[in-house]
């Protein structure tokens, strides 16, 4: 089984700041991928960034990067330049690879608001 | 466009009524969810199924049920057995890759009368 966990319900940045919102996962599977999403207000879940459990590498998309360190089970989310259009629900969800098409595990999310 | 359609956006039950979510998407996804979102809360998975004519129980399956005819379909009934359906429902496809993500509909909104 997994489980997500993101510790913080809320927090707040100054536009054009950088933020990191945090996501500590527990699993048994050996290789796993960790998905990041974002819901504004009006309730879709737009997908961000995918981190694989055997990626060498950080992943990152655009203003996204994902801090990954596996030892710690975290991959906390890294937004840069924040704007005001990144006021939102972020929620980090797993699921083991290899898997076929399981469903994914989700956090409670962080909400995140972006002051001008 | 691809992507996956839920309707309505809206919608109220009564008491002891049962009541249809609609999903459907054309992208051609062998899999499909069902998701319950709670203010504040996260998602929790209340069906989800693999293959056509194939479904499974999720976390919180009590007072709903699904059905997978079509490829294309995945709709859930809340039904009155379900004493709290109040909330947001998000229905979701995948591809077979576990490295893909799941792609989401717009949602459902129920309210009781």
């Known amino acids: 089984a997994q489980k997500i966990t993101q510790t913080q319900p809320g927090m707040f940045v100054q536009e054009k700041e950088a933020v990191t919102l945090d996501c500590t996962y527990d699993t048994s599977d050996p290789s796993y991928g960790l998905f990041w999403y974002k819901q504004p207000s009006s309730g879709e879940m737009i997908f961000l960034i995918y981190q694989g459990s055997y990626d060498q590498q950080n992943a990152t998309e655009g203003r996204y990067s994902l801090n990954f360190q596996k030892a710690r089970k975290s991959a906390n989310l890294v937004i840069s330049a924040s704007q005001l259009g990144d006021s939102a629900m972020y929620f980090c969800a797993m699921r083991a690879l290899n898997s076929g098409n399981t469903p994914l595990v989700f956090g409670k999310g962080t909400r995140l608001s972006v002051i001008a | ?113």
């Open chain 2, 1 to 113: 466009d691809g992507g996956i359609t839920q309707s309505p956006k809206y919608l109220f039950r009564k008491e002891g009524q049962n009541v249809t979510l609609s999903c459907e998407q054309n992208l051609n996804h062998d899999a499909m969810y069902w998701y319950r979102q709670d203010p504040g809360q996260g998602l929790r998975l209340i069906y989800y199924s693999q293959i056509v004519n194939d479904f499974q129980k999720g976390d919180i399956a009590e007072g709903y049920s699904v059905s997978r005819e079509k490829k294309e379909s995945f709709p859930l009934t809340v039904t009155s057995a379900q004493k709290n359906p109040t909330a947001f429902y998000l229905c979701a496809s995948s591809d077979t890759d576990s490295n893909q993500p799941q792609h989401f509909g717009d949602g459902t909104r129920l309210s009781i009368l």
